[in-house]
C-alpha cells in the first residue's frame, strides 16, 4: 500500500517542482488550517493547510508554472488576483505575525 503524503510533504515536493528551490522541512512555519466552504468553488467544503516560508532568493528561481509575481508588503491585501483561499491565508497572515517582522 502506498503511503499517504501529508500536507507538510507536498509543500516541500510542489515548492521544489515549480520554482526549483528545495526547503528543509524545518523550515516551514504553519500558518492556519481550514475545514469549511469552499470560498473558490460555488459549492463544496474544503480542507486546507497554509504554511510560511521566508528568506526565499528571488534571484536564481526557475518558475515551472505560472509567473513570479513580487509585491510590497503595504499592497497585499489590495490584490484582485488572487483566489479567495489565498486571500485568507495572507490576511491570516499579515493579522497573525506579518505586522511584527
Known sequence: ???VETFLQCLVR???EEIGYFVKP??????????GVDPDA?????????????NVP??????????LFM?????????DRLA????????TFLKNDGASE
Do not use: W
Open 26 to 35: 524545518d523550515r516551514i512555519e504553519h500558518l492556519v488550517s481550514y475545514n
Open 1 to 3: 500500500m502506498k503511503a
Open 42 to 54: 460555488d459549492s463544496g467544503t474544503l480542507r486546507g493547510e497554509f504554511f510560511v516560508v521566508r
Open 58 to 67: 528571488a534571484d536564481g528561481l526557475l518558475i515551472t508554472e505560472g509567473c
Open 71 to 79: 509585491a510590497e508588503r503595504d499592497g497585499l491585501l489590495g490584490l
Open 14 to 16: 510542489e515548492v521544489h
Open 84 to 91: 479567495p483561499s489565498a486571500q485568507f491565508a495572507l490576511s
